[in-house]
């Protein structure tokens, strides 16, 4: 069981691009390319700060794979 998220379509539905939205969180352009192909998983303070950039709890944002969102 992995680790899946809705990065890209909230990023797409809030008009980011890659590189605003690693802007707003401080990170690489590349690390959000690696997150949104699901080849990275974030730690706790960056998956908080995407979770705060869309306002919603990080459960709506990262959630286990198999798993559906609430």
Not at 17 to 31: H, S, W
Not at 34 to 50: R, V
Request: glycine share 4%; aromatic share 8%; proline share 3%.
């Amino acid at each position: 069981m992995g680790l899946t998220n809705r990065v890209k379509e909230l990023r797409a539905k809030h008009h980011y691009t890659q590189n605003d939205l690693a802007m707003e969180v401080d990170v690489t352009r590349q690390t959000i390319v690696a997150l949104e192909k699901g080849s990275y998983i974030p730690s706790l303070l960056l998956a908080m700060k995407i979770a705060r950039t869309f306002k919603l709890p990080i459960e709506e944002i990262f959630y286990m794979e198999g798993e559906e969102i609430q």
